[in-house]
């Protein structure tokens, strides 16, 4: 095995050097405690060897794990070859020399059907528990297929998935969990003639992904994955980052500063089918093509093999400060809480967007789309260039309120704000709207102005809707 293995302790001294005043050790009984392994960090260190390393990382993973917390798979310079690897239970990081100097490269001769066959998904790194971090690489797919059983179409479903069970390994144990820190990670597809997609082919479906993994079942729980992603990219998927299939979970997309970039994906990615959530959506420049989509939020059963989990806490979705570049797309974010819908006594995802820039051209996409929501609030972003609506608010929202943003260096081929037939209580406050809103709904309040100008009191009104968002107003 080409692995090299650094172990480093660090010793508390007592009173060693000369000239320290002596003093009596404390009282406290260690009797069990194993200090050595709990102050060590294990370091291995895997060279690349040009060809197949995928049993030198497994070895250096299965060493990590036996090494406890706090364990390093460091990666040099150079170029990884690497197959289907799955790791259970690892806590620690896997760190490369730099996104431009470590780089992790798919093999074009992968089994996937042999996955299928255990009925995994072919992702080709999965991640199953534990702590795990990952920093200071690049994984990405070579051209042309990848899979040579399996898919016809020659792809693997992601490069990294994180689960806490799969479908081999304590399958339906809801105690465990993952905890995953993404930063400075690029992830690369690459365009594949024929392959899946809704605009082009691809020979990777997701950038990235969380959830269970399992290729056909029924009934299957969600998960409790914490996940955070700073400073990344994520280049040439179908969908870019794929978050779903999770319960009482934190997670955090970008944070200030610290954004990441999605470029050239049919989908930048989205939170799918999630229960009590805690999601901050932060900092980070959406470049979504033509055609395709931006970022989504949607707890709609598009797969049909989940358990029916209710929503028993609110979740709080914050998206803020990121930039939406929408040349000719389809939008920048699609909100949906179609469970408000069907079971009204559960409590609604509470949504606030603001503080965002949606650049638009060809008179084409939306900024905002929102379907069956209550309660949520779009305040303070910007919209700018040409677009066919900046907030089209449709299908049972109700009670939302729209505050303070900024249409002024906009036009748009349809509406700034466009309130479809089944809306109902929206208050919309400034942003130079006149004669720009088309209002189909009931007892929508809209002035263009401020609240001075209307002819409603509205200063209670926007009270009132502030109320069930104080939460998210941080």
Known sequence: MKTKKVIFLIFACFGLMSGCEQFEMPDDDLTGIDLTKAISQAVFTVEPTGFDDTENLKNAFAEAVDAGPGAVVQLVEGEYFLGFLEIRNF?????????????????????MQALWDLNLHGDLVKFVGGDVRLSHF??????????????????????????????????GNENRSINVTVDNVSFKGQ????????????NCFFGLRTGYDYFSGSDIAREKIDFKITNSEINTFVYGLVLESMKNSKLIVGEKNKGNVFSNLDQSGGVWESRNMEILIEGNTFNVPEYSWGFDLSDYPYYGVLKDEPETETTLCNIQNNVFN???????IYIRNQRHYFYPNEKPVAYQIRNNQFNMTDGYPWGIV??????????NNKFSGYGYQALYLTLLSEGGLVLGNNFSTAEFSSAAIFLNANTSNWTVVGGMIKDRVINLGVNNVITGMNVSTSDKSLGRSISEKMVPMNHLMK
């Open 370 to 379: 929102t379907q069956v929501t209550k309660d949520m609030v779009i305040r």
């Open 326 to 332: 929408l040349p000719y797309a389809e939008y920048g």
């Open 138 to 171: 690049t994984i990405q797919t070579p051209p042309g297929k990848i899979s040579v059983t399996g898919s016809p179409k020659g792809h693997i479903r992601s490069l990294v998935n994180f689960s806490a069970t799969n479908a081999v390994y304590e399958a």
């Open 191 to 202: 365009f594949i003639e024929g392959g899946p997609g809704y605009n082009h082919g691809y």
């Open 91 to 111: 806590y620690g990081t896997m760190e490369g020399a730099g996104k431009t100097k470590t780089i992790i490269t798919a093999m074009n001769n992968l089994d």
